[in-house]
Each structure stands twice: as structure tokens, then as C-alpha cells.
């Protein structure tokens, strides 16, 4: 009997400690888009383009010399931001990130999911 419940509380143990670091945000899913947000069909060219420009993204993060040397204008300068986690961090004013808009009010919660559905779907130069 002893030795059943060292093992059940060894296995306990594992399972804590794998999940450590996660953060909760990492152990949760993705909120639900709120109703009335359509994210079925989001593409790059068709939706995150257009957004960037609605909230002024690319006012400041684009031609010769971009903000922060980050440059959103071309479909290759926004997959480099999503590959490196700082697209979606700094739009939903994650802790840690540089919140964007800079000075500005955060994106709409269906916007912000119509980033998040084009990111989990690959991020598709679509």
C-alpha cells in the first residue's frame, strides 16, 4: 500500500512540476471571438493589412527608418513580429510587451481575434 502511494504521489509530482513554467495564459485557450466577430475567413491581404492601417501601425512602423527598426508594411516584417511572439504581445498589451498602439487605446477584442485566427491558422502570406 505504501509503495502504490509513493508512486501516485510521485506521478502527481511529475505533473506539477512539468507545468511550472507555464504561465496561464499558456494553459488556457483562447477566449472565444465575441458573437458577431467573424474570423472564418481572415487573410493576411484581405484583414490584417487593413487592420494595421486602421489602428495606425503602419504610421509609425514602416518606410526608410520604422519605429523600433520594425517594419509593418510588407507581409515579411509582420511574420517576422508573429515568429517572435511581439505581434500578438504588444496588441493585446500583454505584460511585458511594448503595448500597441503606442499612447493609444488597444485593439477591439474582435480585431484582436481576427489576428489571433490568422496566427493560429499558419499566419499565411494570403
Not at 496588441?91 to 489571433?116: E, L, V, Y
Request: include cysteine; proline fraction near 6%; charged fraction near 15%.
Amino acid at each position: 500500500m505504501i509503495k502504490r502511494t509513493m508512486i501516485v504521489l510521485a506521478g502527481l509530482w511529475l505533473a506539477v512540476a512539468s507545468c511550472s513554467s507555464d504561465s496561464e495564459e499558456d494553459l488556457l485557450p483562447p477566449p472565444a471571438p465575441p458573437s458577431g466577430c467573424d474570423t472564418a475567413q481572415v487573410a493576411f491581404a484581405a484583414t490584417i493589412t487593413p487592420l494595421l492601417g486602421t489602428y495606425g501601425c503602419t504610421n509609425c512602423h514602416s518606410g526608410t527608418s520604422p519605429s523600433a527598426n520594425i517594419n509593418l508594411s510588407s507581409y515579411a516584417g509582420v511574420k517576422a513580429k508573429v515568429d517572435d511572439g511581439r505581434l500578438l504581445g504588444a496588441i493585446t498589451h500583454a505584460a511585458g510587451f511594448s503595448a500597441m498602439p503606442q499612447g493609444g487605446n488597444k485593439m477591439n477584442d474582435c480585431d484582436i481575434n481576427k489576428f489571433r485566427a490568422w496566427i493560429n491558422r499558419g499566419a499565411l502570406n494570403n
